[in-house]
């Protein structure tokens, strides 16, 4: 879905992306499953048409001692201190066919763009139950495109807040998760998607070079449960342009918006190795 479609790679939006935290309890070693998710989002952040797409996504967890991948990501111990951990923060966006959306006739079709990188991820507060914690999120990815070639796209820093909470409203096993935040850019990722070079413009859609800098700011909140053989999610999440810095862009026509999906995963098989962990 990136933030443009910001995917948190979509198959990984589900697999990792839906948060919450629990009392340690014994749990296996490692976890594998399948699943499959429906997800309606914009062309790009900015436009006015909305796609709807299902995405097949692989279930993995591994709660190694030194490595783990979650819920909550793929990560290592790199401190000593579990209120504050190192993670792999990756991110996405789906292609988009320029014949078929009204602002972007007749230039070059938005290539598939995966971004990884570093985030450092800081517990700011947490219930002694640990219920309930606050995070502050400094994720900073690099996006290159992933067909016709690897190109560079740039660079996005997504700084957020985050609370999780666990049994929300009595709810036994569901997890709540509320992210807010600023989104920041380069100007070869906003150039990416908001620049009309010269050649492209037209009577209605003026030349338009596009700065790096700040990039509007996203709300998105998650549900999820884990069943004993079947994992459930589903988010929403709003997006706003106001202020930022290609809110001018011919190609923005929209400042606002809203997307969503809903996710199910299948755990198929799990390691007989039990290991206490905290979730």
């Given at each position: 879905m990136?933030?443009?479609?910001?995917?948190?790679?979509?198959?990984l939006l589900f697999a990792c992306g839906c948060t919450g935290h629990a009392l340690a309890a014994e749990k296996p070693l490692w976890e594998l499953g399948a699943g499959i998710s429906a997800l309606s989002f914009p062309d790009y952040r900015g436009s006015d048409q909305t796609s709807v797409y299902g995405i097949p996504f692989p279930y993995l967890v591994y709660r190694g001692e030194?490595?783990?991948a979650d819920r909550h990501g793929i990560r290592g111990t790199f401190f000593g201190s579990d209120r504050i951990e190192l993670n792999l923060s990756l991110g996405a966006s789906l292609p988009v066919n320029s014949d078929d959306n009204r602002a972007r006739q007749g230039m070059p079709d938005l290539e598939p763009t995966v971004e990884l990188g570093p985030s450092l991820d800081l517990n700011l507060w947490r219930t002694a139950d640990r219920h309930?914690?606050?995070?502050?999120?400094?994720?900073?990815?690099?996006?290159?495109?992933?067909?016709?070639?690897?190109?560079?796209?740039?660079?996005?820093?997504?700084?957020?807040?985050?609370?999780?909470?666990?049994?929300?409203?009595?709810?036994?096993?569901?997890?709540?998760?509320?992210?807010?935040?600023?989104?920041?850019?380069?100007?070869r990722n906003h150039d990416y998607f908001y620049t009309v070079a010269p050649q492209y413009a037209t009577a209605g859609r003026p030349a338009f070079d596009a700065k790096g800098g700040y990039a509007g700011s996203q709300f998105m909140m998650t549900m999820s449960k884990r069943y004993p053989t079947y994992w459930l999610g589903a988010f929403v999440r709003w997006d706003s342009l106001a202020g930022a810095v290609f809110a001018d862009s011919p190609l923005v026509k929209s400042d606002?918006?809203?997307?969503a999906g809903v996710g199910i995963a299948w755990v198929l098989g799990e390691s007989s190795t039990r290991v206490e962990a905290v979730e």
């Open positions: 990136s933030d443009y479609h910001r995917l948190s790679l979509a198959a030194f490595l783990k309930t914690r606050l995070d502050l999120r400094l994720p900073l990815r690099t996006a290159i495109t992933v067909k016709g070639g690897m190109d560079d796209a740039g660079w996005v820093f997504s700084p957020r807040l985050n609370l999780d909470i666990t049994d929300v409203a009595g709810l036994a096993g569901w997890n709540m998760g509320l992210l807010a935040g600023p989104l920041v850019g380069s100007e606002d918006y809203f997307a």
